[in-house]
């Protein structure tokens, strides 16, 4: 009988009770190519496959676990569009008491093989997503936000691209070089920050609550939010009093305390 099993606060397929059998569906070995701190609690990690490279779309998350079962697996955005290497980017931030982000941050090395399973989630663009579209994220949020901004900067898509990133303080935004360079090079591509515990440049305060301010009407806008599950609420609720189609709102929810593999969320 199938049931839910929970990935980092995210509800996925069972999957089967053997490792063997689990390898051989859904698992596969990947190196670690490289990692870097980007502050002092987030880490990204850049995967290489090991054997056929992971076929998933832009938005969607795989689950990370270490080769010998000593760490429950956990999921991550994967942070980055399709490449022809196959290659992954995740984005771990620590989490006190998290067993699979501290595994990530204080053991994981370059040269490691690990485990990947997936794709999973559905947080992708849609046939009705070809227009004007804004992106909101909270914290480590900004990852699968990272790779479709990649995916439609990528393409042929001109309509406007809007970006609005919440952070805690101007260290806690993460990939600002990236995101400035894109805005530099793809005139259809706006970057905005604004931060929730810090004072400097405007926008300041949370992001449902600045977004009428910042933006007008969102009636032709699609939408991606992504973050921790009470932010993204938030800017889904903003979202549709500003005149988004509810099918045009779409939303990645992240729960930061560890939750542990194989119980229910509710």
């Known amino acids: 009988m199938s ?10 397929p069972d999957q089967a009770s053997s490792a063997e059998e689990q390898l051989s569906l859904e698992e596969a070995p990947f190196r670690v190519t490289s990692k870097r701190g980007l502050n002092r609690r987030t880490t ?20 990370l676990a270490d080769l010998h079962g000593e760490v429950e697996p956990r999921s991550y955005s994967v942070a980055n569009a399709a490449r022809p290497g196959g290659e992954l980017d995740l984005v771990v931030t620590a989490v006190p008491g998290g067993q699979a982000s501290q595994w990530v941050h204080e053991r994981l090395a370059v ?52 970006l609005i990133f919440s952070a805690r303080t101007e260290a806690d935004v993460i990939f600002r070089s990236q995101l400035l360079e894109w ?8 970057f905005i920050r604004t931060l929730t515990r810090a004072s400097g440049e405007p926008p300041l305060g949370r992001l449902p609550a600045q977004l009428p301010r910042l933006l007008g009407s969102l009636v032709e806008q699609s939408v991606f939010a992504a973050g921790p599950e009470g ?20 939303t990645e929810a992240f729960f930061l305390e560890p939750q542990p593999w194989g119980e229910r969320v509710d």
């Open 3 to 12: 049931r839910p099993i929970t990935a980092g606060g995210r509800q996925v």
């Open 44 to 63: 990204a990690v850049r995967l290489a496959p090991l054997e056929a490279a992971l076929h998933f779309h832009a938005g969607q998350y795989v689950l």
């Open 111 to 162: 040269g490691d093989k690990v485990l990947v399973s997936g794709p999973y989630g559905n947080f992708v663009r849609g046939s009705a997503d070809g227009g004007p579209t804004l992106y909101l994220a909270g914290g480590v949020g900004l990852a699968p936000i990272l790779a479709l901004l990649e995916e439609a900067l990528s393409s042929a898509h001109s309509a406007p691209l809007h």
């Open 183 to 190: 805005q530099e090079r793809h005139s259809n591509f706006r």
């Open 231 to 250: 932010f993204v609420d938030e800017c889904a609720g903003v979202a549709r009093q500003m005149g988004v189609q509810p099918r045009r709102i779409h």
